[in-house]
């Protein structure tokens, strides 16, 4: 004859088997696929500066946030190789302007990609700087930088 004891034991350790059943976890992210990612982005940020002329320091400093990413790949196991040729406009300011917004937004999806310190220390730098030469970018276009303080809402119309 079987005890409540025994049965409410029987019932707990059935309800820890299931309690490992269901969906199965989401696919590990490669840190070398996720760093490819960012380092393709910032290239054709680089890319997309003219090489002399007013933009000529944030060319530099894309170029230094490129060889960044150049290490944290060979670091994750991956191997920079040669950027992909592909049709592009010539370069200029409005399409720097539009490749480091690109890049801006890649760098931000990242950051919830890797947990490690060293990524999102790296992504928190990406982010700042490309933040950064977008903001000079449109002050070399005779925009404003930032139309609000919260990016994302409409501009105030004061």
């Given amino acids: 004859m079987l005890s409540r004891r025994a049965l409410l034991g029987a019932g707990a350790v059935a309800g820890l088997g299931l309690a490992g059943c269901g969906a199965p976890d ?26 002399t002329g007013e933009t000529a320091r944030l060319r530099q400093r894309a170029k230094a946030r490129v060889d960044r990413l150049e290490a944290a790949l060979r670091l994750a196991g991956g191997s920079p190789g040669r950027q992909k040729a592909g049709k592009a406009s010539p370069p200029g300011v409005e399409r720097a302007l539009a490749a480091e917004r690109l890049a801006l937004r890649t760098h931000v999806a990242g950051v919830g990609l890797l947990s490690d310190r060293a990524s999102r220390e790296l992504f928190a730098g990406l982010i700042a700087e490309t933040a950064q030469a977008e903001s000079e970018l449109l002050t070399m276009l005779g925009r404003r930088p930032l139309e609000t303080a919260f990016p994302g809402q409409p501009p105030n119309p004061r």
């Fill in 26 to 51: 989401a696919p590990a992210v490669k840190a070398s696929d996720v760093m490819d990612t960012q380092l393709g982005v910032s290239r054709a940020a680089l890319a997309s500066y003219p090489s």
